[in-house]
């Protein structure tokens, strides 16, 4: 269970105990801490965010999203993609933001998810739809449960945007129109 790692600069560990009812799934938080910890102690810096139950809780899944966003840490590490399903009431956009936008991986024990492999982008999005079914089927479509705090500071499209932002104000001009009374201070 030992995943190459990048380099990484500083890392944020999302530990929480996962009662999803499934055997492989089911881990205690101290199970899930000494796993992770396992992962990048040694390889780089890290800071532990703990969630109690993220049925009904989030601060923690929202403090590593802000930390995250404004540039603290390369990577997430969790123990697997169905940690953060409830943590960030499956706001994936966000997630999928960090890591379009910033170049954040999210490393399990198992793989390292990261931008330039396509084939972890389509996983990672059906996840994201898959979760946010089973959400549904279990919850109802009123997703009451957990609110969502935060946000990206900027959309991956504002900060990835593929055309030139003008580096002075532009002056547009439109065509004239003809029968139209002459406006106070146009040219003639």
């Not at 600069?9 to 929480?16: E, I, Q, S």
């Not at 499934?22 to 990048?40: F, K």
């Not at 084939?119 to 449960?145: Q, S």
């Not at 580096?167 to 004239?176: H, K, L, N, T």
Request: hydrophobic residues 40%; glycine residues 6%.
């Amino acid at each position: 269970m030992t995943v190459q790692l990048p380099p990484i600069r500083k890392a944020a560990v999302y530990v929480r105990s996962t009662y999803w009812g499934r055997a492989p799934l089911h881990a205690s938080s101290d199970d899930n801490e000494e796993l992770l910890l396992r992962v990048v102690e040694g390889h780089c810096d890290y800071d532990l965010f703990y969630e109690a139950s993220s049925y009904k809780r989030n601060e923690a899944a929202m403090e590593l999203l802000r930390w995250a966003d404004m540039g603290e840490f390369d990577a997430i590490v969790t123990r697997h993609i169905h940690s953060f399903g409830l943590g960030i009431k499956f706001d994936w956009d966000t997630m999928m933001g960090l890591m379009m936008a910033r170049g954040i991986r999210i490393i399990t024990p198992e793989k390292v998810y990261s931008r330039e492999n396509r084939n972890d982008m389509t996983y990672l999005e059906f996840m994201m739809r898959a979760l946010r079914d089973e959400y549904e089927i279990k919850f109802g479509a009123e997703w009451d449960r957990v609110t969502m705090s935060y946000r990206l500071m900027k959309t991956p499209v504002e900060l990835m945007s593929f055309f030139e932002q003008p580096s002075g104000p532009q002056v547009i001009e439109f065509p004239r129109v003809s029968g139209r009374d002459q406006l106070p201070g146009e040219p003639s």
